[in-house]
């Protein structure tokens, strides 16, 4: 397998390039990326001491950097390296600059300001983190998503990965023996999603549960019949209660919040919600 170092050389936080970089590597197989973080590089001092880092493993250089002298000085030793370098943002800010008539602002981290859609996103994710795994269900009203399934069908990184995005989201298992509480079936405001998954693949993932935590592997928690009985109960539950319901046997967290996302929005489109 082949073995890529790639640099993210950022004068904010480096969730941009990290995003553009894992979207990009995602499409080549039979690679190894070994990405390395260089974060709020604002001086040439500070670049100078990531420098030698670079040099002794060479590799691609992504960067976002907004200060001239400090971007120049890393181009130049690009260069010098003979290492291939990509400026993530230059042709969005070029398209932007054409067509608005105006020169980007040039403030490292603009994009990180603590605004309001900062504040909800931390909102947000507080909330999410205080109702995991059916908690305080006397709060649901105030979720804007609930996620219901089974055990390990991914419900909590789903969960935190959307309220990241600025949702406050609730999770509740599905469980055979232990029916949801009354509140869930009277809610208003959150959208209901209910997530599935083969059940394969929901043995192993079980499995590899119970051997991370040193614990037998041969249970009722997974085994075959017991986990198809789950499975069918919250179908049954989801097609009783009408709320969407989407397979995460294939998707990736990423995939599966997109998804929900998507019906979210439609959701609010379909009822005039702001």
């Known amino acids: 397998m082949a073995i890529l170092h790639v640099h993210l050389v950022s004068d904010s936080t480096g969730e941009t390039l990290e995003n553009i970089a894992k979207a990009a590597l995602a499409q080549f197989d039979g690679v190894e990326a070994v990405k390395h973080f260089w974060p709020m590089v604002r001086s040439e001092g500070h670049l100078d001491r990531i420098m030698p880092e670079i040099v002794s493993r060479p590799g691609l250089i992504i960067y976002t950097l907004v200060n001239a002298d400090i971007r120049h000085k890393l181009e130049s030793h690009g260069d010098l390296l003979g290492l291939p370098m990509v400026a993530a943002l230059d042709p969005v800010l070029d398209a932007l600059t054409r067509m608005l008539g105006r020169q980007a602002k040039a403030r490292p981290g603009q994009q990180h300001m603590m605004d309001a859609a900062y504040f909800a996103r931390v909102e947000a994710i507080g909330f999410t983190i205080a109702h995991d795994d059916g908690v305080a269900p006397e709060n649901w009203e105030q979720a804007d998503i609930i996620l219901a399934g089974v055990s390990r069908s991914s419900k909590t990184p789903t969960a935190i990965y959307l309220a990241n995005k600025g949702y406050k989201v609730a999770n509740i298992p599905i469980v055979v023996e232990s029916p949801p509480p009354p509140a869930l079936f009277h809610l208003k405001h959150p959208l209901v999603v209910g997530l599935t998954t083969s059940g394969d693949r929901l043995m192993q993932v079980r499995r590899n549960r119970l051997l991370s935590l040193n614990q037998s592997p041969e249970t009722a928690y997974v085994d075959q019949e017991a986990i198809s009985r789950e499975l069918a109960y919250a ?40």
Do not use: G, K
Request: aromatic share 4%; charged share 30%; hydrophobic share 40%.
């Open 235 to 274: 179908r049954r539950l989801f097609a009783d209660n009408d709320w969407p319901v989407i397979d995460v046997t294939r998707r990736s967290i990423e995939e599966t919040a997109a998804a929900i996302i998507n019906v979210h929005n439609l959701r609010r489109m379909e009822t005039n919600q702001p």
